[in-house]
T-cell receptor
Framework: EPEVTQTPSHQVTQMGQEVILRCVPISNHLYFYWYRQILGQKVEFLVSFYNNEISEKSEIFDDQFSVERPDGSNFTLKIRSTKLEDSAMYFCASKWGDSFNSPQHFGDGTRLSIL | TQLLEQSPQFLSIQEGENLTVYCNSSSVFSSLQWYRQEPGEGPVLLVTVVTGGEVKKLKRLTFQFGDARKDSSLHITAAQPGDTGLYLC???????????FGQGTELSVKP
């Protein structure tokens, strides 16, 4: 069964450094998302992306965050200058269409640890 | 702000018992998904419900979407240790849009 893949599975970075989290969505999917889950808390929406542009972003997704779909397969989340509070699991998700019957499928996440 | 409240947050039962998990909101959702998440992994989709009053079954799991599309429930019949895990409800209110997650129900089924 097709799946969303994320790399790396675990990233340890010094505070202030840039980090890029990578995702390969399911191949025929058109809508892409990033979520994060701080330990012990709810999964929170960060950003959605469709037709090569951001469709919606949350308050968390400030100027330090950016997303890109550099080619036909990858979808990346960049954090320019990481803070301690960016430590979390980051999940990528994708869906094929805008129908309500088209659910989002998630990758296994990248655990980001900021030191 | 649309919120989803899930209850209970923790549930520990014996094998063979039945249980129900609830997901409630004051807002109307266009669709609602139930996911299961294992430690260190991403949420895995169990079911999507779209129509008010809709009932879907997945083996021993029964999912219902409230008539007003503001609430949902997950009922597990004769729970087994393999059902142990974190169950998440998540709703969306526009096409292509973000998912709003509940806080999850941590289920433990003891043999």
């Amino acid at each position: 069964e097709p799946e969303v893949t994320q790399t790396p599975s675990h990233q340890v970075t010094q505070m202030g450094q840039e980090v890029i989290l990578r995702c390969v969505p399911i191949s025929n999917h058109l809508y892409f998302y990033w979520y994060r889950q701080i330990l012990g808390q709810k999964v929170e929406f960060l950003v959605s992306f469709y037709n090569n542009e951001i469709s919606e972003k949350s308050e968390i997704f400030d100027d330090q965050f950016s997303v890109e779909r550099p080619d036909g397969s990858n979808f990346t989340l960049k954090i320019r200058s990481t803070k301690l509070e960016d430590s979390a699991m980051y999940f990528c998700a994708s869906k094929w269409g805008d129908s309500f019957n088209s659910p989002q499928h998630f990758g296994d996440g990248t655990r980001l640890s900021i030191l | 702000t649309q919120l989803l409240e899930q209850s209970p947050q923790f549930l520990s039962i014996q094998e063979g018992e039945n249980l129900t998990v609830y997901c409630n909101s004051s807002s109307v959702f266009s669709s609602l998904q139930w996911y299961r998440q294992e430690p260190g992994e991403g949420p895995v989709l169990l079911v999507t419900v779209v129509t008010g009053g809709e009932v879907k079954k997945l083996k021993r799991l029964t999912f219902q979407f409230g008539d007003a599309r503001k609430d949902s429930s997950l009922h597990i019949t004769a729970a087994q240790p393999g059902d142990t895990g974190l169950y998440l409800c998540a709703g969306t209110y526009n096409q292509g849009g973000k998912l709003i997650f509940g806080q999850g129900t941590e289920l433990s089924v003891k043999p």
